[in-house]
């Protein structure tokens, strides 16, 4: 018998990520067009995010509205 693993998916098409990301594409271009866009990848004719570029949006995006890792914003405990 075979040992195979599963592939795991390590990029995401424009369509995967605003899936994945609650986006629309009319949003995913806004927000490239003001440069707040993951990082994309051109193969041949398309263009991909991989899983490290939208790791890195998603932190620039939580960072940008304070609500990210360590953020105290909303946090009354004293």
Request: positive net charge; glycine residues 10%; charged residues 25%.
């Amino acid at each position: 018998m075979e040992n195979t693993k599963p592939i795991t998916k390590s990029a995401f098409s424009v369509d995967e990520f605003c899936a994945a990301h609650g986006i629309s594409r009319a949003m995913f271009y806004k927000l490239c067009a003001q440069g707040k866009g993951p990082r994309l990848m051109s193969v041949g004719s398309r263009k991909i995010i991989s899983n490290e570029a939208a790791a890195d949006w998603r932190c620039e995006r939580e960072a940008e509205s304070g609500t990210g890792a360590g953020s105290n914003k909303g946090n009354t405990a004293a």
